[in-house]
């Protein structure tokens, strides 16, 4: 019998696209002893685990019983006493609003090894796939990544903050907070500020919006757009090549351009 | 003979370890009729290449020519017109700093079909490698990226405005600018804010030092830090295993501690 050596490695699955996992997050998958996965993570990846491994989905769907925060710890714990080598498989990369270094934390608390891989992280890659670059040479130097989704349920004081520089902003997980989101960047004066909204980066379902700060809310309706989405801001936006398409009160709906009015 | 048809894709090496490319970035390595790469990428990932394949470096390296943008700019275009499809093989992420769109754009004015696949930037992975999660739940709500080599030459304005702001701060390419950075955030009365300094991140010769604002110049020079590196700026540096060691004039050097007085 195989002696149990109890271990975590919290590991970035990517976007979506299940060619955008990296090779080491591969490697893992086929030598864990269990993996734990979450709503985001493609399920395209399951398949390279073994099929004598347990996979336990432990993400939020719609009508299903969501763990909290503190069963998914417990779980891991146990998890690595039993079985050995937890693969905890997250969307995007672990420590960018992942909780990842929750759970690291968690497990050394119990003397248990744990380790990180990262993935690539929607606010780069979805943004990129999608033809807006996070930095341009002579357009942005720097890039801001923030949480739509802070622990108070409040917009982050962070956003205020971005709205008054030249970064480029990426809000995740933050389609619920548009409407805030717009007002701050308009009362910062910046109602032509180019904004993307994308849904379900780097699938074949993706979904995407160009506009405006004055704009976006009214695209994103029309366009039938829903979480899990990025919001992207600032004038990198503009160097999509359909972006001054956009300008005359068009709105782009999957790969198909209609008008508004 | 084959036909050929002029191709170009942007692709991201991740920050060093050969394992930290995406699958895709592996799969175009293999299909690509050649390849172009910069100095940081791991030259171990060349081997994906078939050796039929022509490879180029392009990158700057000690007392070796340096192609200037433009060059490699032309380099893609006759490459793409001579072989076909063209991998201009990035470090990090091609649109992190990367230039990748300036190449993507200069591509397209020729009509040649131009993409992009993302890769592990450092500002996120190398970051979290060495145990500093850019974000976490109660500490940070965002992070925010940095070039410290900007067109003009001079510190970006978002350095200063960064400074005032509870983002965690990543600064890529910006360690010939440390002193400025560290005055810019001590005038901001943060002289004990929390930094850590990559060097070499992912690799097995990776060097690293913790410290805060008033200190992590000595200890940079201390411990023989040099490019590439990644300053990381914030309180979740203190979330570092060994951080509260190094409160008491320690340096951190490889795997080995020692006092400095």
Redesign the interface.
């Known amino acids: 019998m195989k002696r149990i050596e109890p271990k975590l490695t919290v590991v970035g699955a990517?976007?979506g696209?299940?060619?955008?996992?990296?090779?080491?997050a591969?490697?893992l998958l086929m030598e864990a002893d269990i993996v734990l996965y979450d709503a985001l993570v493609n399920t395209e990846l399951l398949d390279y685990v073994p099929s004598s491994v347990p996979t336990i989905f432990v993400g939020k769907r719609a009508k299903a019983h969501a763990y909290t925060q503190q069963q998914i710890n417990d779980l891991i714990i146990d998890s690595a006493f039993s079985y050995g080598h937890v693969v905890r498989l997250k969307g995007g990369?672990?420590?960018?609003?992942g909780?990842?270094?929750?759970e690291i934390?968690h497990a050394?608390s119990f003397n248990i090894d744990a380790g990180?891989?990262?993935?690539?992280?929607s606010s780069?890659?979805v943004?990129?796939?999608q033809?807006i670059?996070?930095?341009?040479?002579?357009t942005s130097?720097?890039?801001?990544?923030?949480?739509g989704t802070?622990?108070s349920g409040k917009i982050?004081?962070?956003v205020q903050?971005?709205a008054?520089?030249?970064?480029t902003v990426v809000i995740l997980m933050g389609l619920h907070k548009l409407q805030e989101i717009v007002e701050i960047f308009s009362h910062a004066g910046k109602s032509s500020l180019p904004v993307s909204v994308v849904q379900n980066g780097s699938l074949t379902n993706e979904k995407y919006v160009l506009g405006n700060i004055d704009n976006i809310e009214k695209r994103v309706v029309a366009a039938g757009i829903g979480a899990p989405a990025i919001i992207v801001i600032g004038e990198v936006v503009a160097?999509h090549?359909e972006y001054n398409k956009t300008l005359a009160e068009k709105i782009k709906i999957d790969n198909s351009f209609y008008s508004l009015n």
């Open positions: 990517g976007p696209d299940p060619e955008l996992i990296t090779i080491k591969a490697r990369d672990p420590f960018v609003f909780r990842g270094w929750e934390e050394r990180y891989v990262p993935g690539i992280s780069i890659g943004a990129g796939l033809q670059p996070v930095t341009h040479r002579g130097e720097s890039f801001w990544v923030i949480t802070t622990s982050s004081k962070d903050a971005a008054q520089t030249n970064a160097l090549p």
